[in-house]
């Protein structure tokens, strides 16, 4: 079963937040696909991208805005493309727009292999300005997956000495090496924040707590916080912290009030997944992973679709299971994890 790392949801929440605003918006068509990448709707994006090109719009904000709509779509080499279209609009002086550029430009690298090509664009973007604390963090992470454990402990330094008051950094770099097998140098961060001793959200202080193992504290500090400011994150963790305590049944049934509310993101259905998984609710399962796949959410796309197939799998229905598989390795070719399942399920 696939949780997906937070720290690269959260590459993909500044990704697709940055530059929505403002003068980078554009006007007319240019403004009408943004607006559409917004909604998630990028097929209609793309239309409106291409009319503002046609009327002789800005060519830079149209070429990136098509590259965003190619994210969204997981067409990352094409999105390469119309990244670096946008960049070839540059009057050479550089700009806030080059910036968000080349950072959409190293996400839709990563995303697409090429790890090398998204290291040396964070690199660029340091070049010019070693001061951008989330990019020596999203390099960081970039090394996480080159195993340079040294380069990346570095920029995560560089990035808390820049941005130290910023408690999500500290949350999002203990994921990245948790997830990176570094529990002990993860848990400094943590209890480093911890240490600075400055106003922390009710939401931050239940995640802290929950990373650090004490998951009485965690659940008191996120329910409080559930008073007045529910959201994915906090009733995801919430849940968690009530499972680590041993109390599946009101974590599911956590997630399904939650979703009963008509705001719950994919992360409530791939975790309500998960646990109906471990209850044994097989087709209980199958409709949370379908559900949350239906909402094309790109930070949850693999992890809901190697579920699925999986889930398949525990039905005993090998050959859907096995065409499931196959289409998540055209998709995730390097998940060797998923590779294994689909030689099983090949021999089904």
Known sequence: MKHPGFGFIFISAVIFLTGCRGGLAGDGNTAS???AIEAQDYTTALTCFENALSSGEDARLDH???GIAYMGLGEYEQAVKEFKTALSYSNGIVSKVDYDINYYLAMARYKSGDIDGALST???ILALN????DAHYLRGRIELLKND????I???DRAVELKGGDYDL????????KASGFDSEAEGYIKAALEKNGKMTKVQSGLFSYYLGDYDEARNSLENARNSNESDML????GRSYEALGDVNYASNLYSEYIGKGSAGASIYNELGLINLKREMYDEALEAFEAGMALNDPAYTQSLMFNEAVTYEYLLDFKKAGVLMKEYLERFPDDEEAQREYVFLSTR
């Not at 070693?130 to 604390?133: E, F, I, L, R, T």
């Open 64 to 66: 990136r805005g098509m």
């Open 122 to 124: 964070y690199d660029a």
């Open 33 to 35: 696909g943004m607006q």
């Open 235 to 238: 009733i995801l963790y919430l």
């Open 130 to 133: 070693d001061k951008a604390a």
């Open 154 to 156: 570095s920029d995560f």
């Open 149 to 152: 454990k040294q380069a990346a």
């Open 170 to 177: 500290y949350i999002n770099i203990y994921e990245g090496l």
